[in-house]
């Protein structure tokens, strides 16, 4: 049974496999009816999803998923019912690709010197061309055969210490909740239990957040365990954030994310869409 919200999904516009237009359908298909994409610092993909939306009786959510740097490491904050039209919006993400850009480069050039060639027009060429993510470098050191799956990919070449590595360099948290909340959406911080961070950290994190209008926890995940689900819910109540949930899904390639496979948002939380008026 599909979960009838999905606010947590990737497209081709950023390091999805499945074409915008493709994800809507799949979630059509699976009875998911109400739908975020939320791709990763651009907002490409929005209008070809809600345009297939259209007539389906499936609600689009506009959103996007925010690269930031806090305490020297990489937090991913969810912008949900977004205007992708919103400049301050737009001006954020034009400067988080320009870095992405940049960084790309980077990692081919260390990947180089490590003795892989290539990897840059690699990772180039499984992407749209505009927007390369890590994902697209694994992807290609995959078929490269320098490791068996694309998560010993990250683990060898794609994290901290490794060769393929460069440190971040992306918005504020207090930006990016700035820009979400200017284009009129809601702020999110994405899977929290991905961070690996100590409870005490976790909640410096959440602190700073609401402390800069952030108020939305993304309680369930498809990349987090069902124990994880449960912690982050009592955090969600503890900080009386609202709750969100997403699969995270990049396309048909990994076996156990699907689109609307998550569980229900746990008892005593608030969820996001409490005052939406896509009710499903
Ligand atoms: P980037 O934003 O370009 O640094 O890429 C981050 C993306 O890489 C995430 O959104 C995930 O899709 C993917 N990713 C990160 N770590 C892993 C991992 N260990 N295994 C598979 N994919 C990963
Ligand atoms: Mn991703
Ligand atoms: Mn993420
Ligand atoms: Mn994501």
Not at 81 to 99: C, H, S, T, V, W
Not at 153 to 170: D, E, M, Y
Request: hydrophobic letters at 40%; a negative charge; one cysteine or more.
């Amino acid at each position: 049974m599909s979960s009838a919200y999905d606010l947590h999904t990737h497209s081709t516009a950023s390091d999805g496999t499945l074409s915008p237009r493709a994800l809507v359908r799949r979630a059509v298909a699976v009875g998911v009816q109400v739908l975020a994409l939320t791709d990763h610092d651009t907002t490409e993909g929005i209008a070809e999803a809600a345009a297939e939306a259209k007539d389906t009786g499936l609600t689009l959510i506009p959103g996007i998923e925010l690269s930031v740097t806090w305490n020297a490491q990489v937090v991913h904050i969810v912008g949900l019912g977004i205007d992708p039209e919103n400049p301050e919006l737009q001006n954020g993400l034009r400067a988080l690709r320009e870095f992405r850009a940049w960084r790309a480069e980077e990692i081919g050039r260390r990947l180089e010197k490590a003795g892989i060639s290539g990897a840059f027009e690699g990772a180039r060429e499984r992407s749209n061309g505009e927007l390369i993510s890590r994902t697209h470098f694994a992807r290609f050191l995959f078929d490269a055969g320098h490791a068996p799956d694309t998560r010993k990919v990250f683990k060898r070449f794609l994290t901290q210490g490794k060769p393929g590595h460069v440190a971040g360099c992306w918005a504020d948290l207090s930006d990016a909740v700035a820009w979400i909340i200017a284009a009129g959406g809601q702020a999110v911080i994405a899977h929290p239990a991905r961070y690996r961070m100590t409870r005490t950290k976790l909640r410096r994190l959440i602190g700073e957040f609401v402390e800069v209008g952030g108020n939305v926890l993304e309680v369930v995940s498809g990349s987090h365990s069902k124990d994880e689900n449960f912690t982050m819910a009592r955090h969600a109540r503890e900080f009386d954030l609202l709750g969100s949930i997403g699969s995270d899904y990049h396309g048909p390639e990994s076996q156990w994310i699907d689109v609307g496979r998550i569980s229900p948002l746990p008892d005593g939380v608030a969820p996001v869409w409490q005052n939406w008026p896509t009710a499903a």
